[in-house]
């Protein structure tokens, strides 16, 4: 090998090594900058091949101890839950213990009317179902604390008309994900909570990860962020709790599928990392579940089983979930063909999303915040 031709290897090495460390350097400029504002609070984590390039925490974890975050501080995942749902119906399916085009109502005989949506359609939302949210907030004695089954007996009295025929829109339904997680119940014979534990959390062993119903079931749990709204009135963070338009963190605590998934940035990684593997689900299956639904008109949605789906010229084949519950904000992103991933966790309501920003950065773009 020539002088020369080490030469020019050399500086493509320190070139990528340069580019490197100048990425990790405007995500961290970036994000000091936000949270130095107010407007970030929480863990980040970036990671290319799987490979940790940026890990960092900001801010708070409890306010009442002042409590900082660190990298296993656990954080309530909200809607990002959906992920774990769809695997835990997938696992079903491949233990033969239900079928995606069987009726839901195979399991939740209540609501046999609803006789035209399949478990398929609750996995990509497109069972028009409307929204059980609305529906408690009217009938639902937020005295109490509501479980699936509190959904189901109101759904199976009122009987509320479906807002499309089954198959035939696309409308993210937490419904949906909330009856698919009686349906993991009726079809395992165990907990929501219980089945996810062994048949995910524990194989990936992603140890600080589990489902928890901080108002239901309260327990201690170490390092453990809670979720925050800022008061402009008495400027300081309260726990929505004591806040009258957030009361829905207490009656609605029970219910699970939609939500109620708490991990950490470290875990999410494992779970990012068995997503390119046949860990959990065999390559077929998992190709249902990053694909995108198709409706009975023949066109396509940008969703698919607990996952949106978007193509990008610049980034490729992009899967991802954001979540948000009063107190959390959360953000996964995988771009499965350049493998990098972007997960943010964060405990303030009113905190920005850089998740888009972040991935200008990736590809070298200029700055585009959410």
Not at 60 to 74: Q, Y
Not at 90 to 113: D, H, R, T, V, W
Not at 158 to 163: D, I, N, R
Not at 239 to 268: C, F, H, M, Q, R
Request: with cysteine; hydrophobic share 40%; proline share 3%.
């Amino acid at each position: 090998m020539t002088s020369r031709l080490l030469i020019v290897l050399a500086l493509v090495v320190l070139g990528r090594a340069s580019f490197a460390q100048t990425k990790v350097n405007r995500i961290d400029s970036l994000l000091q900058s936000l949270n130095e504002k107010g407007k970030l609070n929480g863990n980040v984590l970036v990671a290319e091949k799987g490979k940790i390039i940026y890990l960092k925490s900001f801010g708070i974890a409890n306010e009442a101890t002042g409590e900082k975050t660190d990298k296993n501080t656990i954080f309530e995942l909200a809607s990002c839950s959906k992920q774990f749902t769809a695997m835990a119906i997938m696992i079903l399916k491949e233990q033969g213990k239900l079928s995606l085009n069987e009726p839901m109502a195979k399991y939740l005989p209540k609501l046999s009317f609803y006789d035209k949506i399949t478990i398929r359609n609750l996995l990509n939302h497109t069972g028009g179902l409307p929204d059980y949210l609305s529906i408690m907030d009217t009938v639902f004695d937020k005295h109490k604390i509501a479980v699936n089954d509190d959904i189901i007996t109101i759904f199976a009295r009122l009987k509320p008309a479906l807002e499309f025929t089954p198959g035939t829109q696309f409308k993210y339904s937490n419904t949906g994900y909330a009856l698919l997680a009686s349906i993991i119940e009726k079809a395992s014979g165990e907990s929501y909570a219980s089945f996810l534990k062994k048949n995910i959390f524990a194989p990936l062993h992603m140890q600080r990860t589990f489902v928890f119903n901080r108002r239901l079931h309260p327990r201690e749990i170490d390092n453990y962020a809670f979720g925050y709204i800022y008061s402009k009135y008495l400027k300081k963070y309260l726990l929505p709790d004591s806040i009258e338009k957030a009361k829905v963190v207490y009656w609605l605590d029970g219910v699970v599928g939609d939500g109620t998934v708490n991990s950490t940035v470290l875990d999410l990684l494992k779970w990012d990392r068995a997503l390119y593997t046949n860990k959990l689900i065999s390559k077929t299956d998992m190709q249902q579940v990053f694909s995108p639904a198709k409706l009975s008109d023949g066109t396509f949605t940008k969703y698919g089983f607990g996952w949106k789906i978007e193509q990008y010229t610049d980034y490729g084949k992009v899967v991802r979930h954001s979540g948000g519950w009063p107190g959390y904000k959360s953000d996964i992103e995988r771009h499965v063909d350049h493998d990098k991933t972007i997960i943010v966790l964060q405990n303030h309501y009113d905190a920005a999303e850089p998740t888009k920003a972040i991935r200008s950065i990736l590809y070298g773009q200029p700055l585009a915040l959410q």
